[in-house]
């Protein structure tokens, strides 16, 4: 689940722009999104979780917070305001804690705090002391941390609701030329790589 502070509609047209159909639910102060169904795109960007979580988030719908379950684990990541804002990375594993993200930006407890729009201190402590703890799976992680940061959508996460029957909930598809023109892309950079090594 991501969640965006940008407006449904709003997040509705971004979503369209994307590879992979999803829920926008209108939620208190905040928009999530989740995943409706497979990633239209070829190999590697099929996996429906890793390509809506690695998705870039427009600086209108920030502040943002992912939160995705894969494997067991917990990815985490949090996008703060700002025009050139760098998203920040965490990966939290059962009976180890958080761990370095490989090849992404790893973040601290100030920036998920600030990303969930919190300026308390006790609740910077709380997600410190919550990252280190390798107690518990995943689910139990993402309810606790959803409480701390006082985010809304654990039943939405955790399968407790349907998000395609939550109130005001809508499908949004991706545009077909938006990944047909994705694809393009990628097929032109992996051609350009493989003129690059041939010489």
């Not at 239209?40 to 870039?56: H, I, S, V």
Request: glycine residues 12%; contains cysteine; charged residues 25%.
């Amino acid at each position: 689940m991501l969640l965006l502070q940008g407006e449904p509609d709003s997040v509705a047209t971004w979503a369209q722009r994307g590879l992979v159909p999803v829920h926008v639910v209108p939620l208190d102060g905040w928009t999530a999104v989740l995943p409706a169904g497979p990633s239209q795109a070829m190999p590697p960007y099929d996996d429906t979780l890793k390509t809506l979580a690695g998705r870039p988030v427009a600086s209108r719908l920030r502040s943002a917070i992912g939160l995705f379950a894969v494997d067991g684990n917990v990815v985490i990541s949090a996008h703060h305001s700002g025009w050139r804002a760098t998203a920040r990375w965490f990966v939290w594993c059962p009976g180890e804690g958080v761990v370095q993200p490989r090849r992404l930006a790893a973040g601290r407890p100030a920036d998920l705090v600030a990303a969930a729009d919190t300026r308390d201190r006790a609740v910077r402590h709380g997600v410190r002391d919550l990252l280190v703890d390798g107690g518990g799976d995943a689910r139990g992680f993402l309810g606790e941390l959803l409480a701390l940061l006082a985010l809304p959508g654990f039943d939405l996460l955790d399968g407790g609701q349907d998000p395609a029957t939550a109130p005001g909930s809508t499908m949004v598809e991706p545009g077909e030329q938006h990944v047909a023109r994705f694809e393009r892309i990628v097929n032109d950079e992996a051609r350009h790589r493989a003129e690059l090594e041939e010489d």
